[in-house]
């Protein structure tokens, strides 16, 4: 079975540009969760879909959004990018309960300039 | 965001040893706990978890110990070898949402 996979891999944007990622969960999987991962704030929470809703988000601003389609592919987008928003960008899916395990893509290397 | 700190201390050990790694989590209503692994340029890679009406549980080469009296998580890992290396993390969350809240992470590196 396929893991998860996140494009593009690594992107570099300027200051006040926008961005999209692209994560294509495990089949199957109907909870796609993402996370900013810096070497200064570690791991955290950005938010999480299922069945296309949004239902669970973390103390981000709301530059950073979301959207899951039918097909449980999800995407996120920066708006207004800062220096500040460069980091890896991780994706993870899970079936749907919060027991099930989450299994994470290899992540997208944002770098703002 | 959330802070999970800034500071990722480092476990050096011998090929062969066994390796203890600790984690202290946050929040007390936490019920669910999970170990990742992160090598350098790939995502973090499940390893074991553990749920709160559990103190012990082992998989293959590892074991997780939760002692929820002082919000106490470890990882041990048996006969430790290279492919080891790497960064470990310690997750919490809780029902209601596929939130995790992650340790700051802890390096290990195995010496050959």
């Known amino acids: 079975k396929a893991g998860v996979t996140q494009t593009p891999r690594y992107l570099i944007k300027t200051r006040g540009q926008q961005v999209t990622l692209s994560c294509s969960p495990i089949s199957g999987h109907r909870s796609v969760s993402w996370y900013q991962q810096t070497p200064g704030q570690g791991l955290q929470f950005l938010f999480e879909y299922f069945s296309e809703t949004q239902r669970n988000k973390g103390n981000f601003p709301g530059r950073f959004s979301g959207r899951q389609f039918s097909n449980s592919r999800s995407e996120m987008n920066v708006s207004t990018l800062e220096l500040g928003d460069s980091a890896l960008y991780l994706c993870a899916s899970s079936l749907a309960a919060y027991t099930d395990t989450q299994y994470f893509g290899p992540g997208t290397r944002l770098t703002v300039l | 965001g959330e802070s999970v700190g800034l500071h990722l201390p480092t476990l050096s050990v011998q090929e062969g040893d066994n390796s203890i790694i600790n984690c202290a989590y946050s929040n007390s209503a936490s019920d669910y706990f999970i170990w990742y692994k992160q090598e350098s340029g790939k995502g973090p890679q499940f390893i074991i978890d553990?749920?709160?009406?559990?103190d012990k549980r082992q998989g293959q080469r590892v074991t997780v110990l939760l002692n929820k009296t002082v919000k106490h998580l470890s990882l041990q890992i048996a006969a430790t070898q290279p492919g080891d290396s790497a960064v470990y993390f310690c997750a919490e969350t809780m029902e209601y949402g596929n939130k995790l809240v992650f340790g700051a992470g802890t390096i290990l590196r195995v010496k050959s």
């Open positions: 553990i749920r709160s009406n559990m």
